[in-house]
């Protein structure tokens, strides 16, 4: 048996933009992707605090050391910028390793800069 289990989060981060008339997905400056160990074309689901909503798009990658996170095509209708994000990805994990997968946890300060990283 495998379990779906989540090995990343980027925590609280602001969005930047909103791109409705460009193809899909969530833009994501470069530092914060490899320090969530996320690649571009991964998976994501993202969270938004403020209206509740939960999407499922692709991570693309953004600018390097910009605070970028803008959503983009039919995910820019799922918030605002200024709102408070999410980001999650999961990984299929065999039934063995699941009680120690451990999560990657991106905490991100207002502008989007890496504050810490944690295992957990």
């Known amino acids: 048996m495998y379990r779906i289990?989540?090995?990343?989060?980027i925590h609280r981060a602001r969005v930047?933009?909103?791109?409705l008339h460009y193809e899909g997905s969530i833009a994501v400056d470069t530092d914060l992707l490899q320090a969530a160990d996320i690649l571009p074309?991964?998976?994501?689901e993202?969270?938004?605090?403020n209206n509740g909503?939960?999407?499922e798009t692709y991570a693309i990658a953004g600018?390097?050391?910009t605070g970028e996170m803008?959503?983009?095509g039919p995910a820019a209708r799922s918030g605002c910028e200024g709102d408070e994000i999410i980001i999650l990805a999961y990984a299929l994990v065999p039934d063995t390793e699941a009680k120690n997968t451990k999560m990657k946890v991106v905490h991100v300060d207002p502008s989007n800069k890496i504050k810490n990283t944690l295992l957990r």
């Open 46 to 49: 993202v969270l938004n605090m």
């Open 70 to 72: 803008c959503l983009n």
């Open 53 to 55: 909503s939960r999407i």
């Open 16 to 19: 930047t933009g909103a791109l």
């Open 63 to 65: 600018k390097k050391g």
């Open 5 to 9: 289990m989540c090995k990343s989060k």
């Open 41 to 44: 074309g991964e998976k994501v």
